[in-house]
């Protein structure tokens, strides 16, 4: 080292680097800086910072300096490994790897045996007495410069012939001369372009190589998908060559720590002998499972090292690596990408063997996958040969999740009848209606012609938890018939199909169903610690009492319903319609109401039994109500009815109806009714001297839905018993976008990808909206729960914001109550 400021400014040797700094080493670096300070064999190098990248992709240069620091940094490996680059008497040729601070498998670039010359050429032959070996190194370093660097057709066809009848006792230097000069004729034909045979320019050039391809089409896309920022930029590593092609004692290969498909542990991957980290990864060739190639005290010394290296990081590692020779050199180590049901698996096995705390063994489990795992879904060999074989008949929206198949049905009538006698249906039909419920209800899955995510049949399917697609355009009906058409494709009544809830995709065909990773232990045990640590209550939405075991398999401290939504799945709310509607008196009117109320919460809430329920007002203004009934005639003959409090009659039998509910079931306590869109400390009185008119009432609540409620919560919450907020309704009132369009991708991916929006309202919590939730906090006294209702998915993002402002009661949909559980752990755990 000189010392000079220039000489560390973009660079870091393996043991000078920092490996916590993983922004600026990116991934591979850390491993990399790593394992070499803690003493494995890692072949010697150094690492371009991110912040190099970044300048580069900005200036379209690289940054000054950085080209002195390069030379000063190769002659400091030169020495430390006794070799001399691009030349004899011992050559040194390097590797040239990207190295993102987010791993981007397969994303970016990499160049490999790189100063590769004639001199070098002649060297290794001397040193190896193979100059078969010689003419593969530099047929493949010319292949993957040309590709690479210039952007080039691979030029190879035929080359691998030409190096295959080198004789391994012939002259190396007439064997690079002719490889080398076959190579430049194939790439001079095809793009003009021509590989430098300077060893530092090779250098140069591969560095910018790496660098533009931060930017590639690939890399891009990647990045999308997976949400990672576009400013990071990624580093340059540049390490000493090891030869996996050298001998027969020599070759590469990729482990895994534990099965990343299952999660069972043990040892699992592939090694290739006589071969390059290329050929592993390419599939040109076939590895053979490590534990069967590698011999006895490799596997030895490599199955302790990656025990070591697991129990250090405290993650399931993925590690490449490669013999030279009998000797094992580690060239890369990272988090290894893993299937959701590995991933609970792991997170489970880590725990019970005490490898690491509960924050590490969470760490690398997410909410996304918890999610996956939770339900039932087709088995991806069998959906892949069902897309092979063309038996995807249509896409439309995916309204409701959940992959099922049954026979298919297009009348709702018939689909009951064919339910109640043990089948499996999935009802079609264009269009949903109110006198269609019966149908719904006795669905395995709904799909219709026409509508979104707001229609009747989506509204119904969340309400009943049943997967649905809605919008398939392509679908023609034919009730005469009993035919449903796509295209040139005829499907009868009574054939199999199969429905994504979650894709929108229509498939002819049963598709076999796999067991999901929830109905095993693994998950349970890693909620629980989630769970523990987060001190948490999370409510779980029903509908039916058939819901309530459902929501406590899902480990729901409590249940939250709607009158509406109870009336709608029981098919009651065509009834509540009419007597809002009628012109009996008040008393005959809203009496029935009372008992409508009473008859379909009884059973509801024994089922319950010590669970706290928590049941919503009937709201006619909800966009869920305004489809559930299909028109507007209630609120416009009756618009008080569109004010929380405007017909307190209303209020006043729903009240008493769920109190003879709850004696009849045998519940005193952990009832409560509901109030949505309270904003005013009068209406929270004026509610409470209601309820006064109620002999022994359940409990009462309300639901806030605006700024003005979130900042008189203090006031609103001295007249109530129990204070839920809507997270997103609140989020949608300070935006000004519609709560429906905060639970879709569009318009809102194509508006953020704009830059018009700072916060994505649908992932995170607006600054306005934490400083409202701050305020609704104040308000918490030790005999006034406060929730969060929280519709459609919780984005993990938003979960930890609102543990950190001190929320731990929540209400979620089904499907949200566990990846909840784990968010919520994960925040309590990182804090």
């Known amino acids: ?104 498998p397969g994303m970016m670039d990499t160049i490999l045996n790189l100063g590769i010359g004639r001199d070098a050429a002649v060297a290794l032959g001397a040193a190896t007495g ?16 040309a590709e690479t660097v210039l952007g080039a057709l691979d030029p190879g066809e035929g080359i691998d012939d030409l190096v295959a009848a080198v004789d391994p006792r ?55 998908f997976h949400k990672i920022p576009h400013d990071l930029g990624t580093a340059v590593v540049v390490q000493s060559m090891v030869f996996g092609n050298l001998s027969d004692d020599s070759g590469s290969g990729v482990v895994f720590t534990r099965n990343p498909v299952s999660g069972e542990p043990g040892l699992f991957g592939e090694y290739l002998a006589h071969a390059q980290g290329e050929d592993v990864v390419a599939g040109t060739r076939t ?104 038996r995807l008949l249509t896409t439309g929206i995916g309204a409701c999740p959940g992959q099922v198949g049954g026979v298919l049905v297009l009348d709702p009538d018939r689909a009951k009848e064919r339910a109640d006698a043990g089948e499996d249906v999935i009802l079609a039909r264009a269009v949903t209606s109110p006198a269609d419920l019966h149908g719904m ?117 409590g249940v939250v319903t709607a009158v509406d939504d109870v009336l709608a799945a029981t098919g009651h709310l065509d009834g509540l319609v009419a007597e809002l509607l009628s012109d009996a008196g008040p008393e005959d009117r809203f009496g029935r109401v009372a008992q409508l109320v009473e008859q379909e919460f009884t059973p509801l809430l024994a089922e319950a039994c010590d669970l706290p329920v928590g049941v919503r007002a009937i709201d006619l203004v909800a966009d869920e109500a305004r489809e559930l009934l299909q028109q507007a005639a209630v609120t416009t003959r009756h618009p008080e009815l569109a004010l929380p409090l405007g017909r307190p009659a209303l209020v006043e039998a729903q009240l008493r109806g769920l109190t003879r509910a709850a004696a009849a079931a045998g519940r005193t306590t952990g009832v409560h009714l509901a109030v949505r869109h309270l904003s005013d400390p009068a209406e929270a009185a ?27 919560a203090p006031a609103i919450a001295a007249d109530v018993d129990v204070l839920w907020v809507e997270v997103r309704a609140l ?69 930890a914001q609102l543990y950190g402002l001190g929320f731990r009661r929540f209400a979620v949909d089904l499907d949200g109550a566990r990846p909840l559980i784990l968010a919520l752990g994960k925040a309590a755990l990182s804090g």
């Open 1 to 104: 080292m000189t010392g000079s400021p220039t000489v560390t400014r973009f660079t870091r040797t393996f043991a000078e680097a920092d490996p916590a700094d993983v922004d600026w080493l990116g991934g591979k670096g850390s491993g990399l800086a790593r394992m070499s300070q803690q003493g494995l064999r890692v072949p010697p190098g150094y690492v371009i910072g991110t912040s190099a990248c970044r300048s580069y992709l900005t200036e379209g240069a690289l940054p000054t300096g950085l080209a002195d620091e390069i030379g000063v940094r190769l002659t400091e490996l030169e020495r430390s490994s006794g070799k001399t680059f691009g030349a004899g008497p011992t050559p040194l040729l390097l590797s040239v790897r990207s190295g993102a601070p987010i791993s981007m």
């Open 130 to 145: 193979d100059s078969r070996f010689v003419a593969d190194l530099t047929a493949r370093f010319h292949s993957m410069y």
């Open 170 to 224: 012939e002259d190396p230097g007439g064997a690079y001369d002719r490889i080398w000069a076959a190579c430049e004729a194939a790439l001079e034909e095809s793009d003009g372009e021509s590989v430098p045979t300077d060893p530092r320019a090779q250098l140069f050039g591969a560095v910018e190589a790496v660098f533009r391809s931060w930017n590639t089409r690939r890399a891009r896309t990647y990045r999308d």
């Open 287 to 390: 590895p053979d499972p490590v534990d069967r190639a590698l011999a006895p005290d490799l596997l030895d010394e490599l199955r302790t090292t990656c025990a070591d290296l697991e129990r250090s990081q405290g993650d399931v590692l993925d590690i490449e690596f490669t013999v030279e020779r009998s000797s094992l050199y580690f060239l890369q180590v990272r988090s290894a990408k893993r299937t959701p049901e590995a991933a609970v698996r792991i997170a489970a096995d880590l725990l019970a063997e005490g490898v690491v705390g509960p924050a590490a063994a969470l760490r690398n489990l997410s909410p996304e996958q918890v999610r996956q795992v939770q339900r039932p879904g087709f088995d991806d060999d069998d959906l892949a040969r069902a897309r092979d074989g063309g």
């Open 441 to 557: 209800i006795a669905a395995n899955g709904i799909v219709t012609a026409t509508g979104g995510s707001t229609s009747h049949a989506a509204v119904v399917a969340r309400a009943l938890g049943t997967a649905c697609v809605v919008g398939a355009g392509a679908i023609v009906i034919d009730d005469a018939a009993r035919t449903l058409t796509v295209g040139g494709r005829t499907v009868a009544e009574g054939d199999e199909v199969s429905l994504d809830g979650t894709g929108g995709e229509l498939f002819l065909g049963r598709i076999g169903v796999a067991t999901p990773a929830a109905a095993t232990g693994a998950l349970g045990a890693v909620l629980a610690t989630a769970r523990e640590a987060s001190g948490c209550e999370v409510s779980v939405r029903v509908t039916l009492p058939a819901d309530v075991g459902r929501a406590r398999a899902a480990g729901a401290t």
């Open 686 to 712: 004026a509610l409470r001297a209601l309820a006064a008119e109620v002999p022994d009432p359940v409990a009462l609540g309300a639901y806030l839905t605006s700024p003005r409620a979130a900042a008189g």
């Open 731 to 799: 989020q949608s009132a300070v935006f000004g976008i519609p709560a429906r369009q905060l639970l879709t991708a569009d318009p809102l991916d194509e508006y953020l990808r704009r830059g018009l929006l700072s916060v994505d309202p649908r992932t995170a919590l607006d600054p306005v909206v934490r400083s409202l939730l701050a305020t609704v906090a104040t308000a918490a006294r030790a005999d006034l729960p406060i929730g969060m209702r929280v519709s459609g998915e919780v984005p993990e993002e938003a979960a």
